[in-house]
């Protein structure tokens, strides 16, 4: 059993390691931060230099300029050289401010009363009359109104400190209807040499009635009070393509969701982007308003971008910013900190890297913090002996071979075999010996050398036993200390 156990243990752990590394990559859900960073602020006014040539009295030129602001809504960036993709209501006005100018500066001039709109009115005054409809566009001959009409739209990207001047951009291409995408380009490049932060683009947006999103955008110009706001919504069943949209239903009926979103559209959040519950990716943009707040799909955001020839891209920001964001989202703080600051070295005004960072910072190496926090101990299991008396006894006969082997080293020689006695021969004189040949053991190998073998003298010859000189055969006396020769 106490096997089992470790083997089951063991599977489990493997098949959790394996699974980390994808774990890591993908993105919890309801997550609104890859998009957050890519909302900026947009808005839109007519401005308009309208000259009056007055003959009425007498000539005299009268000047004047007048700003309309027509829109102030969401769009989202979906390129690092600052491209915006937002609604078609938030770049071209609607209203013939031409004519409005008009009406405005002959009520002014004349002291004559003329709504403040953008209809052809009529005056009771004959004269001023002709005057008033020869100032109405279009130009003409004998017109007595030189009109000229620029749109300004302004970007206040998602940075803090809060930028008061944004950044202008102008319209490169739109639909048809007020409510169908279009592409806005800045007119000077973007700063710094990465960019903007870019928001993803989905696939396609999801089928299934009740799928969860995130509506993210702004209510008011960023500022110190004022930050980017998220609203939950839920997508209904049908719709989705061409300008009706796709509505939206809460599937528990608690909030009347095309209400809700209908009154934030009119409050700003019109063209905000509609985020994935999935991965956090853009699926649509919000539109409508009043009681009826709707979603166009990504497809009609593609669309547009490839009539105007943009091709949506990630840049450096974003790739440093995903990764911190992983590590965070893992709850892996301390090395999510780094990412985050790295993110403020390339964009120093990302809001949403700095509060994560903040974040970040406050959780590294608590409790939550998953880099830093030690595996739990494992229980404790029976295990057995085996192993240990096998390593055992090996240790033992490793031992024991080794003092036998330094034993046989140390040993002293001692003759093995006594040699056999040599031949008969000739008596030996006093004091010689004879050669003894010693064995030794066969542990060790020896040379065998060459020794000499002494041989007993011959007994015919004599020697004087006082001086040792030789003495011939007949000699009785020593010849050279005159020693008498025993016989």
Not at 214 to 231: D, I, M, Q, T, W
Not at 324 to 332: D, E, N, V
Request: glycine share 10%; charged share 20%; aromatic share 4%.
């Amino acid at each position: 059993m106490a096997r089992l156990t470790a083997l089951v243990t063991g599977v489990a752990a493997a098949l959790a390691l394996t699974a980390l590394p994808v774990a890591a990559h993908e993105h919890p859900s309801g997550i609104t931060d890859l998009v957050s960073p890519a909302v900026v602020r947009l808005e839109a006014v007519s401005h308009v230099e309208i000259t009056l040539l007055d003959h009425v009295s007498e000539l005299k030129h009268v000047e004047r300029s007048y700003d309309f602001p027509f829109a102030q809504g969401t769009g989202t960036v979906v390129s690092p050289d600052g491209t915006i993709v937002a609604l078609r209501r938030l770049a071209v006005n609607p209203d013939d401010v031409a004519i409005r100018a008009a009406n405005k500066i002959f009520a002014e001039h004349h002291d004559v009363k003329i709504p403040d709109d953008d209809k052809k009115h009529k005056l009771s005054d004959d004269l001023l009359n002709r005057h008033l409809q020869d100032c109405y566009p279009p130009k003409s001959s004998t017109a007595t109104c030189i009109i000229n009409v620029t749109t300004e739209i302004t970007a206040f990207p998602n940075v803090s400190p809060a930028s008061a001047e944004g950044f202008k951009v102008k319209c490169i291409k739109a639909g048809s209807d007020p409510d169908s995408p279009a592409v806005l380009v800045p007119l000077t490049p973007a700063a710094g040499s990465v960019g903007m932060p870019t928001a993803p683009l989905a696939g396609k947006v999801p089928e299934q009635a009740g799928s969860p999103t995130n509506v993210a955008g702004f209510l008011g110009r960023p500022g110190p009070n004022v930050a980017h706001s998220v609203e939950i919504a839920h997508l209904a069943a049908g719709g989705g393509a061409g300008s009706g949209g796709r509505p939206f239903a809460d599937p528990e009926k608690k909030v009347d969701e095309p209400v809700k979103l209908g009154g934030l559209a009119d409050k700003g959040l019109v063209g905000a982007p509609v985020i994935g519950d999935k991965d956090g990716h853009v699926i649509g943009m919000l539109v409508g308003g009043g009681k009826e707040g709707r979603m166009i799909g990504v497809r009609e955001i593609t669309g547009i971008l490839a009539a105007a020839k943009v091709v949506p891209r990630r840049g450096a920001i974003d790739t440093a910013f995903e990764a911190a964001l992983t590590r965070y989202h893992t709850k892996y703080y301390t090395e999510a900190a780094p990412g985050f600051q790295r993110v403020l070295e390339l964009y120093p005004g990302n809001v949403v890297a700095a509060g994560l960072l903040k974040t970040s910072l406050a959780k590294r190496g608590g409790p939550e913090d998953q880099g830093t926090k030690q595996p739990a101990s494992e229980p404790v299991r029976s295990t057995p002996l085996w192993p240990f008396i096998l390593a055992a006894a090996i240790l033992f006969i490793a031992a024991a071979g080794g003092a036998y082997l330094l034993w046989r080293r140390r040993s002293p020689e001692t003759p093995t075999e006594l040699p056999e006695p040599l031949a008969a021969g000739p008596p030996l004189d006093d004091g010689a010996n004879q050669t003894v040949v010693v064995r030794r053991s066969q542990s060790f190998q020896v040379v065998p050398q060459q020794q000499q073998v002494m041989t007993a003298p011959d007994p015919a010859i004599k020697y004087c036993t006082s001086c040792g000189m030789r003495l011939g055969p007949a000699h009785r006396f020593c010849g050279y200390c005159g020693h008498p020769i025993e016989t």
